[in-house]
């Protein structure tokens, strides 16, 4: 466990190497959701209610559901397979003594410890500063239930790429073998 915590970390460590990456994701974040914001006060102008839902309402639903979105990037993992398949990269994750699973997940988990705690940030200073009350559930049951299932669909979309990212090397392997056969029996 004390290996995956250390992965975790030097990844996480890893992302502030591209601060200026870092900066333009925090600002392009809350320029989208200041966008949200121009638009929604247009819509909901002299209106308490749209279809049910107060401006706070759709506004606290638009912020959080943002940073969310804005955590899950798993999709880079079946995309790094594949690009060390193809650049014949992937064979230093065998050696090492982790799981190749565990290793991808870990990545991920630094990953997105990173870009939550900036996300959060994010979203703490756009409550703030626009004073918008975040609207929720006062049922605590159903707010550790989502919390639960935020949890469980990261881990989930990890897990889908990395599978991803085997199959790409299973096709590769498959590819590789029908046309090394084909060319040797020609």
């Given at each position: 466990m004390k290996k995956y915590l250390e992965i975790a970390r030097a990844y996480m460590k890893a992302q502030l190497i591209w601060r200026a990456d870092v900066f333009i994701d925090v600002i392009l974040s809350v320029a989208k959701i200041l966008f949200?914001?121009?638009?929604?006060?247009?819509?909901?102008?002299?209106?308490?209610?749209?279809?049910?839902?107060?401006?706070?309402?759709?506004?606290?639903?638009?912020?959080?559901?943002?940073?969310?979105?804005?955590?899950?990037?798993?999709?880079?993992?079946?995309?790094?397979?594949?690009?060390?398949?193809?650049?014949?990269?992937?064979?230093?994750?065998?050696?090492?003594?982790?799981?190749?699973?565990?290793y991808f997940v870990a990545m991920e988990v630094g990953k997105l410890a990173f870009s939550s705690g900036i996300g959060f940030l994010a979203t703490v200073l756009w409550f703030?500063?626009?004073?918008?009350?975040?609207?929720?559930?006062?049922?605590?049951?159903?707010?550790?239930?989502?919390?639960?299932?935020?949890?469980?669909?990261?881990?989930?979309?990890?897990?889908?790429?990395?599978?991803l990212g085997i199959l790409t090397l299973k096709l590769w392997v498959n590819l590789d073998y029908l046309f090394r056969s084909s060319y040797m029996s020609v």
């Open positions: 949200a914001w121009i638009l929604w006060s247009i819509l909901f102008e002299g209106k308490e209610q749209i279809a049910g839902l107060e401006f706070h309402t759709m506004i606290s639903y638009y912020i959080i559901s943002s940073y969310l979105f804005q955590m899950e990037k798993s999709a880079e993992i079946s995309q790094q397979m594949t690009g060390m398949l193809r650049n014949g990269t992937f064979s230093k994750y065998m050696v090492i003594p982790v799981q190749t699973q565990g703030c500063l626009f004073r918008i009350s975040i609207v929720h559930t006062v049922n605590w049951k159903i707010l550790l239930c989502g919390m639960i299932m935020v949890v469980l669909g990261l881990l989930f979309m990890a897990l889908l790429n990395y599978f």
